[in-house]
């Protein structure tokens, strides 16, 4: 009978579980690489097309993931990198206060989480500022693509939660309300990245086109949005049926090799490993897990296949292989190689510490 339990259990039950000293030092090594090659904070990105400041939504997506990693394993080197580049820009935003670009607002939620931890007001009043001026206005078209949603709802998650104003929750809903509307996929559960891929838009073999980045934006978005809302915040029981039903639609797109393909659903068009969208995918559903949302009788096997996909992209020295560069599509950035650097590397290694860092959590 006990024989006969044991070959009844689900696979995932014995699978081997991530090493956890391992991946914290996975994590410092590829946390170490990038700020060796970014030892100043305050140094401008350049690239072919123009020059941009080091508060844009790329850095910020790396900090929002070293952020996570201090805080499991806090290094004093790590918080003064953080300090350090919030100080440098004064706490604000690229383009100024009155902003309405969900990308400008990305480094806000890591400037909020650095206000927690020294309740500086520095820290919190331009970005403050900048929600409520859109807070004060009726106008909620403003993100047009789903990327917006892990750039900006966090944001207004974490004004919501410190200020205990309901505000900011309805304003964020407003603005998630008209995205969902225009670009969510209410049979298939998924979403386009933006207006140019809602059907008649194909991709190659003939399904609708979903990028995966662009959907580990939304599913990033809804676990660090449902983190921190309170339970009886408004939509909230909206904002988890959609992650739920986004979970499900990502289990079986999940390659064999643990990685997901650009184009979710046509392996064909470009396919290949890819970190960033699989480690959010990771993120979100490890989150899931631990959370209560998502059975791990159901989930937990994708997790772990999709970790020792990831982890592998780590290389000797730190360098993340499988890193698609900006873009909106899976043609961006091709090819996508084990050697191939990206466009913009701060990125893709805060993706891959998003993910760690609910490894790390994980029972």
Not at 122 to 135: F, G, H, L, S
Not at 191 to 198: A, E, Q, S, V, Y
Not at 218 to 227: I, S
Not at 336 to 345: D, G, H, L, Y
Request: aromatic share 12%.
């Amino acid at each position: 009978m006990k024989k006969l339990l044991f070959l009844l259990l689900p696979f995932s039950v014995f699978a081997a579980k991530p090493d956890r000293t391992q991946v914290l030092q996975q994590m410092h090594l590829a946390k170490s690489y990038f700020q060796s090659i970014w030892p100043d904070v305050t140094k401008v990105i350049v690239s072919p097309d123009r020059t941009r400041p080091s508060n844009i939504w790329t850095r910020a997506v790396f900090y929002e993931g070293l952020m996570e990693l201090y805080k499991l394993d806090p290094k004093a080197s790590d918080l003064k990198y953080m300090e350090d580049w919030g100080e440098f820009h004064h706490w604000s935003l690229r383009n100024g206060l009155k902003t309405r670009n969900a990308d400008d607002q990305a480094c806000g939620q890591v400037y909020l989480d650095l206000f927690d931890l020294k309740a500086d007001s520095a820290r919190i009043k331009p970005i403050k500022e900048n929600i409520d001026n859109m807070v004060a206005t009726e106008k909620a078209n403003d993100w047009s693509w789903i990327d917006c949603l892990q750039m900006s709802m966090p944001v207004y998650t974490r004004l919501g939660v410190r200020f205990k104003e309901d505000k900011y929750f309805t304003k964020m809903h407003d603005l998630y309300a008209d995205t969902k509307a225009k670009l969510y996929n209410q049979q298939e559960h998924l979403w386009w990245r933006d207006k140019d891929f809602i059907p008649p838009y194909k991709e190659p073999n003939g399904t609708n086109c979903y990028w995966s980045r662009g959907n580990g934006w939304v599913f990033a978005a809804l676990a660090r949005t449902l983190d921190l809302m309170p339970a009886n915040a408004p939509h909230r029981a909206e904002y988890v049926k959609d992650f739920q039903d986004l979970a499900a639609a990502l289990l079986p797109l999940q390659r064999k090799d643990g990685f997901y393909n650009v184009s979710l659903t046509d392996e064909s068009n470009f396919g290949g490993p890819e970190l960033t969208g699989t480690s959010l995918f990771v993120y979100g559903m490890a989150w899931g897990i631990r959370s209560g949302l998502l059975p791990a009788s159901k989930y937990q096997k994708s997790v772990d296949k999709g970790w020792k996909a990831i982890d592998s992209c780590v290389q000797p020295n730190g360098f993340l292989a499988y890193v698609q560069g900006t873009g909106k599509e899976p043609k961006d950035g091709q090819p996508v190689t084990k050697a191939s650097v990206p466009n913009f590397e701060d990125f893709g290694a805060g993706c891959y510490l998003l993910a760690g860092s609910e490894i790390l959590k994980s029972k």
